[in-house]
């Protein structure tokens, strides 16, 4: 059994250097921090959200992590309850973390994910006095499909909250060797990402796409209904966190909340408690990328449903299935 913890430097001998006259090292509680931010592609400390991994087989794994009170871009319009879509960061996380911690993933790899899907619990997801603890169980296969060079992973995990389930998923993905990588984007590592103009674009307004600050905005309106197009502020802090050379899936589930928020129109915002998403190509910075919704049937539980797309270049670069129920303020 392994356990990602912190590490101490190689060169330090004394394990009672630093300590309080009289403490011995091991008697003391055993603190907790971050897992390093690399490995889960972060560059801020401050948004990573796992704090361990243990091995339990060869298969499964264990992960603790906390999700703050408060956070700038995950959050709720009513500041009750965490935003689903922190859920589906923290799957990402993950199996980041497990790849280089488990897997012997080096870092400087790139990652490719196929789809991503979660479900939530809404009634463990509220906002309590303490920032939210939780515990993931997190299991990864090989799902069969493979070629020369990458295999596709996959992972299932079930993340609790003081002993009940708050969310379960899954996502597929493969991991990419430097050489690989540069030969899969071709052309597309000499496009420079498009850099924020001075006047930037039309955006929704952000009551429109369920939002509170302009910056959050990702959608910009069209003259076709229920049709809007990709303008993420490429300068956000979180949802452009680490240098990249195309949109990133996050943003791209963003822009899946926010059209889904404005297809409904003043009817409300949908909060995304089950979401699943499949990504085929990579979003490109330079160019437009079109996202479309569609209201879905309607459900026998009452929750609200679209299927919502991306195109760019006329090929199907995503689609995101969601559904949830609608808050009105």
Known sequence: MSVLTVHEPEHHTDRSEGCLPGTQLDALPR????VPREYVHRASIAEVFLTSCTRIDETRF??????????TYFNSPNGRWHDPLQV????RQAGLCLAH????????????MWDLSWTTVPEQLTIGATPSDFIVDATITTDGRRNAVTVRRRLEVTIRRDGRTAATGKASFTCLTPETYRRLRGDALSVPPRPEPEEPPLRMDPSEVGR???????????DRPL????APDTRHPV???????HIPGMVLLE???QASCAALGPAGTLIPVQASTEFHRYVEFADPCRIEATPLPEREDGLTGFLVTGRQDGKTVFTSSVCGPVARY
Request: proline content about 5%.
């Open 255 to 257: 822009a899946v909340r």
């Open 212 to 222: 509170t600050h302009p910056v959050d905005v990702v959608l910009a309106p069209t």
């Open 239 to 245: 949802m452009f966190d680490h240098g990249g050379d």
């Open 101 to 112: 911690a488990e897997l012997g993933v080096l870092l400087g790899q790139h990652f490719v």
């Open 31 to 34: 603190l907790t921090t971050t």
């Open 227 to 230: 049709s809007w197009l990709l």
């Open 88 to 91: 589906g960061e923290t799957i």
């Open 62 to 71: 264990t992960l603790t992590g906390q999700w703050p009170r408060a956070h």
